[in-house]
Every structure is written in C-alpha cells, then in structure tokens.
C-alpha cells in the first residue's frame, strides 16, 4: 500500500499535462506554467515518471492555494490530480 494520497474515481479533468521523460524541476515547472491557463475549481492532470514529483507537486499546490487531489499510478508513469484555488 502507497503512503501517497490516491485520486479518487471520477475527476472530470480540465486540462492534461505530459511530462514524462522529464526531470525535476522540469515537471514542476510546466506544472505552474500550464495550471496559470486554467479558471479556478478546473483540474489539471499531470503525468510524469520523475519520482521526485511525488513530493514536489503536493508541497508546491499547498503553498500555492491550490489543491492536491491524489495520484494514480499507470503503466509507466503517474498521473497526479491539481484543482486549481
């Protein structure tokens, strides 16, 4: 069992961001960039295979105001779940 927060089923996504293959801080920082072009209340998923998104993307949507939903894990990456405050 995961220590990490799961998304739950159901999320109704605004906007997917690709980040695979990319390194911190890169992930993060698209992160920002991409969740600036939503309203707020949207989510945005960001899928990533840098391990350290794991506690980059949390700590960053609680200084932020925004916030986390979870994760899910899938076949070669992670998708992680930000609701935009």
């Known amino acids: 069992m995961s220590d990490f927060k799961i998304a739950p089923e159901g999320l109704v996504v605004t906007a997917t ?3 695979k293959g990319l390194s911190c801080p890169m992930p993060l920082l698209r992160t920002k960039k991409e969740i600036g072009k939503l309203a707020s ?6 899928d990533g295979t840098d391990p350290g998104s794991r506690n980059d993307i ?3 949507c609680a200084r932020g105001g925004h916030e986390y939903l979870g994760e899910k ?3 070669g990456y992670i998708s992680f779940y930000i609701k935009k405050g």
Do not use: F, H, T
Not at 41 to 46: A, D, H, N, T, V
């Open 41 to 46: 209340g949207e989510i945005l998923q960001m």
């Open 73 to 75: 894990e899938q076949a």
């Open 58 to 60: 949390p700590g960053w």
């Open 17 to 19: 961001l690709d980040a």
